[in-house]
């Protein structure tokens, strides 16, 4: 990487959590925009519940057919309910609805920034004396963190239906021995990742997006580089975290 780029990264680095610092701290400021925030929740929550329902249910399906035929080999086909649902609740869900999160809901962030950004909107702002970050950023990061755990919980309710239909109408089994094992996945070294991750990735994918819209530069070319970029850098972060939080909830609960 040549200097200028190393400089440039830094900066922008440098940016982000400034952003990051100014954004936080306006959660506890006022003005309080609370219709700003609810509006962006509902776009946010009912126009992803369709995508997510359809998603985390061939998930499920898929994963618990997978589970089924390599644990029937070995005779143990009774625990495909603990598998499932260990892999769903703790894992799978929260990443895959994080990314379809990023995808959908991200990525439309950075572009309506972006394009009010390059409108001189974010600009007009400020001459009528509105803070564009209270105004413009808080309320997508307020909406990230409540929404994306409410679709995670929803998806990986879908995931659980889905292996359950496999499971009991595929595979012959009972639907009591399924849900008795899934009840044995409600541990906290299962949960705890389960629900402290979606609010996590909410976070970051809101700041990410945000941040990419809001210094969106070079007309339609770079918005459309903004966009992609907002859902790369999204998918990379949520990747790199979810193997961080993961190994420190199991190290403060010492199963590791």
Not at 18 to 26: D, H, L, N, Q, V
Not at 80 to 104: H, L, N
């Amino acid at each position: 990487m040549k200097l200028a780029s190393l400089k440039k990264f830094i900066g922008q680095l440098q940016d982000f959590y400034i952003m990051t610092f100014y954004s936080i701290a306006g959660i506890f400021k006022r003005p309080s925009y609370i219709f700003e925030t609810l509006l962006h929740m509902d776009n946010a929550g009912t126009g992803s519940i369709f995508i997510v329902v359809i998603i985390s249910a061939f998930i499920g399906m898929a994963l618990s057919l997978q589970i089924i035929t390599e644990l029937s080999v070995m005779g143990l086909k009774m625990y495909t309910g603990q598998v499932v649902g260990t892999a769903i609740i703790s894992e799978i869900g929260p990443v895959i609805i994080a990314i379809v999160y990023a995808g959908r809901v991200g990525a439309g962030i950075a572009s309506e920034l972006g394009s009010m950004r390059l409108n001189q909107q974010v600009d007009a702002l400020r001459v009528y004396g509105v803070d564009p970050l209270k105004k413009l950023v808080v309320p997508r990061v307020i909406s990230g963190v409540i929404i994306l755990p409410a679709l995670t919980f929803i998806g990986d309710i879908t995931s659980l239906i889905g292996g359950a239909y496999v499971a009991v109408f595929m595979s012959d089994q009972s639907p009591v021995v399924y849900w008795n094992q899934i009840i044995v996945t409600l541990h906290p070294r299962w949960i705890l990742p389960g629900a402290i991750k979606p609010a996590v990735f909410g976070l970051c994918i809101s700041l990410i997006s945000c941040y990419t819209g809001i210094t969106t530069t070079g007309g339609a070319t770079g918005l459309q580089r903004a966009t992609t970029r907002a859902f790369v850098n999204s998918v990379i972060v949520i990747i790199l975290l979810d193997f961080v939080i993961t190994k420190l909830i199991l190290y403060l609960l010492g199963s590791i």
